[in-house]
């Protein structure tokens, strides 16, 4: 079975950073994606990782352990704007596996 | 806009009914996922085809049904339909090579009344 935690909300202030955690545990594994989504709108895709350690994407940093089964995702200088939903999800062994969702943490980002 | 698309946006029938919503992948996409989202929750997925076969069920009912087509493009039957099955439902598509991941449509946002 699979299981993923994120803290159900967060707050934050704008131009600050913050980390939002997730914890999984599946029985294979083939990579963790963490997904913006703005209420009522798609999720978009943010990042990838596979390997341990830190993925940079400008103001969004993602990090991996796969012997801890733990992941964050790291916001810097915060913006009004990325107030929102952020999910973490994990896929399966293969390439072709589904991709689960953890429930999201809903960050407000406060002036 | 991810180049998955769904219909319709918005629907509203009444309990008992039954409805089919309609996704097309993004070109080149074998992979095809749905999602249910009911308010404040998390993404539940219900099923994913690959290349027009079934690769994998979660929680879906047994009134509820889906398909892919020669032409890729997937369906979602949802039958007997109750006021809990108010939710917005969502498709993804990825390619199945490398850093897949998976990119969703708009979504349909189905009331149950």
């Known amino acids: 079975g699979q299981n993923i935690d994120q803290p159900t909300e967060m707050t934050a202030t704008e131009g600050a950073i913050v980390q939002i955690n997730c914890t999984y545990q599946?029985?294979?594994?083939?990579?963790l994606f963490w997904y913006q989504q703005h209420a009522g709108e798609a999720p978009t895709f943010l990042s990838y990782n596979v390997l341990d350690g830190l993925e940079e994407k400008g103001r969004f940093s993602s990090f991996l352990s796969r012997s801890k089964g733990y992941s964050y995702l790291l916001l810097k200088e915060l913006q009004m704007k990325d107030s929102a939903s952020y999910l973490c999800?994990?896929?399966?062994?293969?390439?072709?596996?589904?991709?689960?969702f953890g429930t999201g943490t809903r960050l407000q980002v406060f002036p | 806009d991810s180049g998955v698309t769904q219909t319709p946006k918005h629907l509203i029938t009444a309990t008992g009914q039954r409805v089919t919503l309609r996704c097309s992948p993004r070109?080149?996409?074998?992979?095809v996922y749905w999602y249910q989202q009911s308010l404040d929750q998390g993404l539940q997925f219900l099923i994913q085809?690959?290349?027009?076969?079934?690769?994998a069920k979660g929680n879906i009912l047994e009134r509820f049904s889906a398909q892919q087509f020669p032409d890729l493009h997937s369906e979602l039957n949802l039958s007997s339909l109750e006021l809990g099955d108010s939710a917005l439902y969502f498709c993804?598509?990825?390619?199945?090579?490398?850093?897949?991941?998976?990119?969703f449509g708009q979504g349909t946002r189905l009331t149950v009344v």
């Open positions: 599946t029985s294979g594994f083939n990579g």
């Open positions: 070109s080149g996409d074998l992979s």
């Open positions: 993804a598509s990825s390619v199945v090579q490398g850093n897949t991941e998976a990119f």
């Open positions: 085809y690959y290349n027009g076969e079934e690769r």
């Open positions: 999800a994990v896929r399966g062994r293969y390439n072709t596996d589904k991709l689960i």
